[in-house]
T-cell receptor, first 115, second 110 residues
Framework: EPEVTQTPSHQVTQMGQEVILRCVPI?????FYWYRQILGQKVEFLVS????????KSEIFDDQFSVERPDGSNFTLKIRSTKLEDSAMYFC?????????????FGEGSRLTVL | QKEVEQNSGPLSVPEGAIASLNCTYS??????FFWYRQYSGKSPELIMS????GDKEDGRFTAQLNKASQYVSLLIRDSQPSDSATYLC??????????FGGGTRVLVKP
């Protein structure tokens, strides 16, 4: 069964360092997303991406965040200068249709720990 | 602020019983409604979607939607210990963004 894959599964970094989280969406999916979940809290939307551009972003997704689909298969989330409060599980998701009409499939997540 | 609210639980049910989970949402423009299951430390897994008022059944799961009351529910029949997880209600309006509730933790006791 096709699945969304994410790497790394766990990353530990020092505050102020840059982090890149990688995702390979399901191959025939067109819409890509990043969500995050701080331990014990709600799953929160960060950004959606379609046709090689951001289609929607949340207030969390400020200038320190960026997304890219560099090679037609990978979808990356970059955090330029990590803060302690960026420690969370980051989930990549993909769908064949827009989120209000289609179903999102989530990867297993990348746990980011900022020290 | 568009909110999705769920009782955090835990909802404790005996094996074989029905678990009933509730969710309310604040955005009247919401169009699509989803229930995800999340095991501890894992990612959300879609179990049901519902788009129109009424009931939708899939195996042991039934989702119910009432847009007038801004209410969506999930029934789990013949609950099994493997159903023990956190159940997340998620809602979209027009667009791509899923707004999640905080989840209801369900414990099924053998």
């Amino acid at each position: 069964e096709p699945e969304v894959t994410q790497t790394p599964s766990h990353q530990v970094t020092q505050m102020g360092q840059e982090v890149i989280l990688r995702c390979v969406p399901i191959s025939n999916h067109l819409y890509f997303y990043w969500y995050r979940q701080i331990l014990g809290q709600k799953v929160e939307f960060l950004v959606s991406f379609y046709n090689n551009e951001i289609s929607e972003k949340s207030e969390i997704f400020d200038d320190q965040f960026s997304v890219e689909r560099p090679d037609g298969s990978n979808f990356t989330l970059k955090i330029r200068s990590t803060k302690l409060e960026d420690s969370a599980m980051y989930f990549c998701a993909s769908s064949t249709q827009r989120g209000d009409t289609g179903e999102l499939f989530f990867g297993e997540g990348s746990r980011l720990t900022v020290l | 602020q568009k909110e999705v609210e769920q009782n955090s639980g835990p909802l404790s049910v005996p094996e074989g019983a029905i678990a009933s989970l509730n969710c309310t949402y604040s955005d009247r423009g919401s169009q699509s409604f989803f229930w995800y299951r999340q095991y501890s430390g894992k990612s959300p897994e879609l179990i049901m979607s519902i788009y129109s008022n009424g009931d939708k059944e899939d195996g042991r799961f039934t989702a119910q939607l009432n847009k007038a009351s801004q209410y969506v529910s999930l029934l789990i029949r013949d609950s099994q210990p493997s159903d023990s997880a956190t159940y997340l209600c998620a809602v979209t309006a027009a667009g791509n963004k899923l707004t999640f509730g905080g989840g209801t933790r369900v414990l099924v006791k053998p």
